[in-house]
């Protein structure tokens, strides 16, 4: 699982995004590489806030839940759903333990992850960073659904789920643009809001790291296995829990030395988020406690045509995480 970053810089709904100022400077830090693109991206995002309740109750939540539905181009086979834990749940275990897996709220979705408390999102300048917690902090849980369910979920959750949730607004990355430099890849791109009225919103920059990586050798099938062309077969003999946390520490240094080259002031900053590395370590206690599982590519067919079936559901969830959270707008 790749080891990533998020960095948003808003506009003023009248004024030009960063985007042009952002790939001249990412030009000017590295005149030594050739600035081409290499490929597009797309993101989709729809945000769903709870609807408070007509009678007013001492017991009632003081702060909103949300729902956050997200699609990339670069993971097609599912979506991802974050969604706030239930009250019930937070008040049952301290802010920094790993929260129960549950739904949020009636009719959620059960989840096959969870998050620890929210940390600080970071706002960065251009030589410091000062960190500001999120008003709204509170646990979230993760849960990825096959690309064929996405929608109908969502639909689910707008028309039966009415009553318990509100479609707030849809953001999206039309067109956005690809650069290999080096070990790592950025994606940059303008956020539009698509609903419930058309706006810009800024401009999202992924640094994706693609040096050596502890996490990616032990994920990688072994070179001469049955399961080197079949699947993934997931080997963690080598591989404590701490070396997770380690690498992911030490990528997020090289990751904000490389964005110090060519940053923006006012961006806020994504990459040590809540529940960060949890599917990574969740198959790390799955090997210790000897119930290791290989997942085959297999393919099977729906209505005649052949579907590939999802190798690495988990894949992008680390991201997938950070886009949440600072595309979590009108909080």
Not at 122 to 127: A, D, E, H, I, K
Not at 128 to 140: E, I, L, N, R, V
Request: net charge negative.
């Amino acid at each position: 699982m790749p080891i990533t970053g998020v960095y948003f810089i808003p506009s003023h709904p009248n004024s030009s995004t960063a985007l042009p100022a952002l790939t001249e400077r990412l030009r000017a830090a590295f005149p030594d590489e050739e600035l081409i693109p290499t490929g597009r991206w797309n993101l989709e995002q729809k945000l769903m806030r709870d609807t408070p309740g007509l009678i007013a109750s001492p017991n009632s939540p003081s702060k909103p839940s949300y729902m956050q539905f997200l699609q990339l181009t670069h993971y097609p086979k599912h979506g991802f759903v974050y969604t706030s834990e239930p009250p019930e749940k937070t008040l049952q275990h301290p802010a920094s333990a790993h929260p129960a897996h549950a739904p949020s709220a009636p009719g959620a979705v059960p989840s096959n992850a969870s998050a620890p408390a929210a940390a600080p999102i970071t706002v960065s300048g251009s030589q410091a960073s000062t960190s500001t917690a999120a008003p709204d902090a509170q646990p979230m849980v993760m849960a990825t659904l096959p690309t064929s369910s996405f929608g109908t979920l969502f639909h689910h959750f707008t028309y039966a789920c009415q009553p318990f949730w509100c479609h707030k607004l849809t953001v999206a990355v039309p067109a956005g643009i690809i650069y290999d430099l080096g070990d790592f890849r950025v994606r940059l791109g303008d956020v539009r809001q698509t609903f419930p009225t058309g706006r810009v919103r800024g401009t999202i920059v992924e640094i994706e790291w693609r040096g050596p990586s502890v996490i990616e050798t032990a994920l990688a099938p072994k070179e001469g296995s049955e399961d080197a062309d079949s699947g993934i077969d997931v080997d963690f003999s080598a591989v404590e829990e701490a070396d997770v946390d380690a690498e992911y520490a030490a990528t997020a240094v090289l990751i904000r030395e490389f964005w110090a080259r060519f940053s923006v002031d006012g961006a806020r900053e994504a990459i040590l988020v809540p529940g960060i590395g949890k599917e990574v370590k969740d198959q790390l206690r799955r090997c210790r406690a000897g119930k290791k599982k290989k997942v085959e590519n297999v393919a099977f067919s729906l209505g005649g045509v052949v579907v590939d079936e999802d190798p690495d559901p988990n894949a992008g969830a680390d991201l997938a995480r950070q886009y949440m959270e600072v595309l979590r707008f009108n909080r």
